[in-house]
Nanobody, 114 residues
Framework: QVQLVESGGGLVHPGGSLRLSCAAS????????MTWYRQAPGKEREFVTT?????TTSYADSVKGRFTISRLQNTLYLQMNSLKPEDTAVYYC??????????WGQGTQVTVSS
């Protein structure tokens, strides 16, 4: 069984930075990718960024140049810079074993407001 625990969310002013973490535990050998999603109030959950097991990354256009995904051993990170009010959302991590099996974390709230 795999467990994912996100942390690092909070309240930040526009233009500020936050770093989110997602700690994975359990049997994650053979993991193919880890992904960050977010869900704003009243909106559907959306893709933010992903990193594959070989280190390939991709980003949503809305966060390119501002967010950086990385992974160190069993922990996934999301460095968020130049935050905007529209980045306000609950951020979730997801761990993939191919396309058939995946696990979600419980989410961490990010609020960007003055």
């Amino acid at each position: 069984q795999v467990q994912l625990v996100e942390s690092g969310g909070g309240l930040v002013h526009p233009g500020g930075s936050l770093r989110l973490s997602c700690a994975a535990s359990g049997s994650i050998g053979g993991m193919s990718a880890m992904t960050w999603y977010r869900q704003a109030p009243g909106k559907e959950r959306e893709f933010v960024t992903t990193i594959t097991s070989d280190g390939t990354t991709s980003y949503a256009d809305s966060v390119k140049g501002r967010f950086t995904i990385s992974r160190l051993q069993n922990t996934l990170y999301l460095q968020m810079n130049s935050l905007k009010p529209e980045d306000t959302a609950v951020y979730y991590c997801r761990l993939w074993f191919g396309i058939a099996t995946n696990y979600w974390g419980q989410g961490t709230q990010v609020t960007v407001s003055s």
